[in-house]
Nanobody, 124 residues
Framework: FQLVESGGGLVQAGGSLRLSCAAS????????IAWFRQAPGKYLEGVSC????????QFADSVKGRFTIFRNNADRTIYLQMNNLRPEDSAVYYC??????????????????RGPGTQVTVSS
């Protein structure tokens, strides 16, 4: 079971980044996918999730209107598009998977599996 994030980096405030999560070793259609993040000295925070079929998404209030999430099950890849980035978005971003029995549900409260993470740094 493997989740590998990419696309992180350093960007100026107001800029954009697209994170990718490559899934392997499991049936990706069976899992809802979420992105979590953790800044130094802060708790792990659920950012966004997408259901198994991709028809339902959720976003934390702090990123609503700026982030979008989408998935391509055929390519086994999930994306987090981050626009209008702010310094407070700086964190390690983790791709996670949850074995949700409902194909049209997802959560940003917990997960079953997590990738190693990718660093996002937004300069002011």
């Amino acid at each position: 079971f493997q989740l590998v994030e990419s696309g992180g980096g350093l960007v100026q405030a107001g800029g954009s980044l697209r994170l990718s999560c490559a899934a392997s070793g499991f049936t990706v259609d069976d899992y809802a996918i979420a992105w979590f993040r953790q800044a130094p000295g802060k708790y792990l925070e659920g950012v966004s999730c997408i259901s198994r079929t991709g028809d339902r998404t959720q976003f934390a209030d702090s990123v609503k209107g700026r982030f979008t999430i989408f998935r391509n099950n055929a390519d086994r890849t999930i994306y987090l598009q981050m626009n209008n980035l702010r310094p407070e978005d700086s964190a390690v971003y983790y791709c996670t998977a949850e074995s949700n029995p409902s194909p049209s549900d997802c959560t940003i409260s917990y997960f079953d599996h997590r990738g190693p993470g990718t660093q996002v740094t937004v300069s002011s």
